[in-house]
């Protein structure tokens, strides 16, 4: 049957009763949909308790449904979108139990913070999808498998944090993508392989934490790209080689702990000159030989030196004393001294540090 078109007046009409039925049920639609994220977010922090095996402090006693989740305690909801989570802190809760998978659902996650709790497995590579991160820590926990390179998917991520943990493999070579990050914290661990040189494109980095590890290898000389950085702890791993002479470029680092390692070769005479922010510097336990740079004293904020347990020779600065803040002066285990008269005057010198703790000359080659 052939259908008429419609007149102008049923045109109107039809459009008037759409607009009715849009202002009654479109409000519901979007209710609805609202109620959709919110109960996304409260499901994935469910499946997140329901995975914790011990809670011995009540810490999630609060996460039931006579109180909104957005109060359960450490969770943070955000301001511009106040049924969203944004943030979990449950930092030293004693918390013990794998993370569920199902934290990927709290897409406007910025910060997990399980800091000293006894979280197990692996860490769930589905943090990855977490695209608004900017603060990750797992920080003394006892997690195992290797470190997921879903984790550089996270283009906000700003701090990494996964120290004190069982966590093994090599080192990602695509944790050198995050733009953004400024902290890198994965020491105490059982990694193994060499330093990705790709570390060095981190330009915002200011901390990288990398020591008590099985980390082989020679030092990269990427590094010294990081011109923001302010703390290098690679100590107490199985690197070898020299120092890469553009690390000492790097003016910015106030500590710099490279000590027990395997480590060859002599310190630069302008050690104090090139980096004059340092205030600790650790060196001990490697193989270093020649002496110690006199150019110490210009860097006048130094606090802590250790030099122990190396092959070091020649005398020690005479004017060490400058240092006012020195706390901890080790030199003990080395060749120093010639076994001759003034050997020790340096000591006068020290009497200026009203700081001075600790002083360890032994197993030296001095004498008075």
């Known amino acids: 049957m052939e259908r008429t ?28 949909a609202a109620n959709f994220s919110n109960e996304t977010d409260k499901l994935a922090l469910v499946h997140f308790k329901n995975l914790i095996t011990n809670d011995p402090l009540h810490s999630l006693s609060s996460w039931n449904h006579t109180v909104h989740f957005c109060h359960w305690q450490g969770v943070t909801c955000g301001q ?19 993370i569920s998978p199902y934290i990927a659902n709290l897409t406007f996650l910025r910060i997990i913070n399980f ?8 860490v769930p590579e589905e943090i990855g ?17 290797e470190i997921p390179v879903n984790l550089t998917h996270c283009p906000e991520l700003e701090v990494l944090r996964l120290r004190r943990n069982q966590l093994v493999g090599s080192i990602p070579a695509e944790l050198g993508s995050p733009s953004r990050l400024t902290i890198l914290d994965i020491g105490r661990n059982s990694l193994t392989g060499s330093i990705p040189p790709s570390l060095g494109n981190l330009s915002s980095l200011t901390f990288l934490f990398l020591s008590i590890n099985n980390l082989e290898g020679s030092i990269p000389s990427e590094l010294s790209q990081l011109v923001r950085l302010e703390v290098l702890a690679i100590d107490s791993n199985n690197l070898s080689g020299r120092i890469p002479p553009s690390l000492y470029n790097l003016s910015s680092i106030t500590i710099l702990d ?11 005479p302008n050690l104090g000159l090139a980096l004059p922010n340092l205030q600790n510097l650790y060196v001990s336990v490697n193989q270093f030989t020649g002496p110690i740079p006199v150019s110490l004293i210009n860097a006048s904020r130094l606090v802590l030196i250790s030099f122990a347990d190396n092959s070091f020779s020649g005398s020690v600065p005479m ?24 050997d020790l005057s340096f000591l006068v010198s020290l009497t200026n540090c009203s700081s001075l703790q600790i002083l360890d000359m032994d197993n030296n080659r001095l004498s008075a």
């Not at 419609?6 to 009715?20: K, T």
């Not at 511009?80 to 794998?98: E, K, Y």
């Not at 490279?258 to 630069?268: K, M, S």
């Not at 002066?329 to 010639?338: A, E, P, W």
Request: proline share 5%; charged share 10%.
């Open 129 to 145: 999808h977490l695209f608004r991160l900017q603060y990750l820590s797992l920080f003394n926990n006892t997690f195992t498998g």
């Open 258 to 268: 490279v000590g027990d390692n395997r480590l060859i070769g002599n310190l630069p």
């Open 5 to 32: 078109p419609m007149s102008l007046r049923e045109i109107w009409s039809f459009l008037l009763h759409a607009i009715i039925v849009s202002s009654i049920y479109v409000p519901w639609l979007l209710g609805s």
């Open 319 to 342: 004017n060490l004393g400058s240092l006012k803040g020195l706390t901890k002066v080790s030199f003990s285990y080395n060749r120093l001294g010639t076994g001759k008269a003034h």
């Open 115 to 122: 800091t000293d709790n006894s979280f197990y497995g692996v």
């Open 80 to 98: 511009r979108h106040p049924q969203r989570v944004t943030a979990l802190n449950l930092v030293g809760q004693n918390l013990v139990g794998p």
